[in-house]
């Protein structure tokens, strides 16, 4: 161990609150078999870790340290709770009694408590959008109001659902582990479908002052990775060639006020090339096996988008053809909505803003800010600059994210 001041052990233990919590807390969850206790034990290892590491240095391996630390402050909070009932005396038996180098076990070689806490989150037991919100909030750390504004609900009906989902998991004992593998199929649409919109969160964040939330997208593409280790299926491999080629852009997303870049004004030498071959790689193999599903569709979109060495020699073709597709496997508003803005950049503008039109005209999307933005564009593009800007306005109202507002701002002040 290696002394430190405090101002640097403080500095040190929030960044690695910021990195590993989430991955200690998962760990402790295992252990403790309680979010609450769990949760509870965690901050309480970080306490004392402000407290020790000064005196003590720092130790080799801080996430074990915690993790041991929150153990055995868990054992001492459910002493001070209890007069020693039976059910907490096989509690305390039970996590007394795991050896120290249990925190770093897992099954099936995945070296990973966060993944085993997505199939749990995700568990059939549970309600289909409280698995998302319990994941995001439990497995992510997002806030209840950051969750609620992505679902565009309330803070009290997302919380309502993180309860329940809690209660649920209690009162089943479902257990907190990766499922076996004759049950791993039934489980992956649902944990995929989480993964990606831990993505999205952090690809295109719902609200605050950064267009994205880096570790977020990162830790959504890692524990993917993990997953396709664990189950190589063609839909895992989708969902990772999708992420990696959005997340191939993030350098040209923004320039250095941290403005949003549309994908057509991009530096597309600031692409990562390493990201983009890879996920190319990942999209082939999946489109080689049938039935194509979701993600592999969406992956092989954004290829053409990568392979394009500009704007102007994008394959519209061939990408308003993959959303055909797309449509018959999942037939929603939002693939209408990226269908019709692909078409007007085949077809021009008239013809996407009539689709755009049509969608809004059945009452679908008129709380959807990218809507109202797509529209806007289409009408500037035609010179109808009274729709532009009415369109741009209702996007304005709707969004949570600052550089969005920027983005919207300078585009009414253009037409103006």
């Not at 063609?234 to 999708?242: C, N, R």
């Not at 500037?380 to 969005?404: F, H, V, W």
Request: hydrophobic letters at 40%; aromatic letters at 6%; proline letters at 4%.
């Amino acid at each position: 161990m290696v002394q430190n001041s405090i101002d640097q052990i403080r500095g040190l233990l929030g960044e690695i609150y910021r990195k590993e919590s989430r991955r200690i807390f998962a760990t402790l969850i295992r252990l403790l078999g309680d979010f609450e206790i769990a949760e509870d034990a965690m901050h309480e290892a970080f306490s004392a870790a402000m407290e020790r590491w000064p005196a003590d240095g720092v130790p080799k391996n801080p996430r074990a340290w915690l993790v041991s630390a929150g153990r055995f402050k868990a054992i001492d909070q459910i002493r001070r709770r209890t007069k020693f009932e039976t059910s907490f005396e096989l509690l305390e038996e039970q996590i007394g009694n795991l050896p120290a180098e249990d925190a770093e076990s897992d099954d099936d070689g995945i070296e990973d408590d966060r993944l085993r806490l997505i199939f749990t989150c995700c568990h059939p037991a549970l309600a289909s959008e409280a698995r998302t919100a319990l994941t995001l909030r439990e497995v992510c750390g997002l806030t209840t109001e950051e969750i609620a504004r992505a679902f565009l609900t309330t803070p009290s009906t997302l919380a309502q659902r993180i309860v329940r989902a809690k209660a649920k998991i209690r009162e089943a004992h479902i257990p907190y582990q990766i499922p076996t593998r004759e049950d791993l199929p039934e489980r992956l649409d649902a944990v995929l479908q989480v993964i990606y919109l831990i993505f999205n969160e952090g690809y295109s964040a719902s609200s605050g002052e950064s267009l994205t939330k880096s570790d977020l997208s990162n830790e959504a593409i890692r524990l993917c990775r993990l997953l396709l280790e664990l189950l190589p299926e063609s839909e895992v491999m989708g969902l990772l060639a999708l992420m990696l080629l959005h997340e191939s852009r993030r350098s040209a997303r923004t320039n250095s006020n941290g403005d949003l870049i549309l994908l057509e004004d991009q530096d597309r030498s600031l692409w990562n090339r390493d990201m983009i071959n890879e996920g190319i790689v990942l999209v082939e193999k999946a489109l080689s096996s049938q039935p194509v599903g979701l993600y592999s569709i969406q992956a092989a979109i954004s290829a053409v988008h990568a392979e394009a060495a500009t704007p102007s020699v994008t394959d519209w073709s061939e990408i308003v053809s993959l959303y055909d597709l797309l449509l018959q496997v999942h037939p929603t508003p939002i693939v209408e909505l990226n269908r019709a803005v692909a078409i007007a950049m085949r077809d021009g503008p008239l013809a996407g803003l009539n689709l755009i039109d049509a969608i809004m005209a059945r009452g679908d999307l008129s709380d959807y800010h990218l809507a109202h933005s797509a529209r806007g564009e289409l009408c500037r593009r035609l010179g109808r600059t009274n729709d532009a800007m009415a369109s741009y306005k209702r996007a304005l109202s709707l969004t949570q994210q600052e550089p969005e507002r920027r983005f919207l701002e300078r585009r009414l002040r253009q037409l103006e």
